[in-house]
């Protein structure tokens, strides 16, 4: 009988040109490590975010926790009512059930690894990708029955009202709002 620890794959080096990707609307996702991998126990996947860019909307996981380690530049994060911030080295926790988002909160690139347990929801982002297809389509732009549906087969709740308030409360870009100068 075959074990999930039997499943995983020999030692490897994924080089920093290697690994699928796409643009998720704000930010983008580059596959490193899906659970197939991982016995289904992780995956991870990097997230580059450009300038004060706004990843999602204020959303929760019924099923997995994220813990984003900040490789680059500098993050906020909305976790329930606190706000929290990393820079490079700094690992934000983001535990399944807890209403949050997070963003670019600095004018330089950033990126951080996103380490999602157990795995599953990077399919979630693969998907997406697909739904925005080669027309790169907005988020706003989605047929709204497709991505609830998404949503829905992954456990996640999502609260696309927030957009407007987190861009202007954080002075983000995402998707076509952009917080009004002053």
Known sequence: METARDMITGARALRSTEGSG????????????????????????????????LAAPLHRHSREDEYSFVIEGRVGALLGDEVLSGEAGDLIFKPRGQWHTFWNDGDEPARILEIISPAGFESFFAQLVQLRGAAQMRAAELEPAAFAALCERYGLEMRPETVPGLVERFGLRVDGWEAPAG
């Open 22 to 53: 796409g643009s998720l609307g704000g930010i983008g996702v580059r596959f490193m490590i899906d659970g197939s991998e991982s016995g289904e126990r992780f995956s991870l996947v990097e997230h580059p975010m450009p300038p004060r860019a």
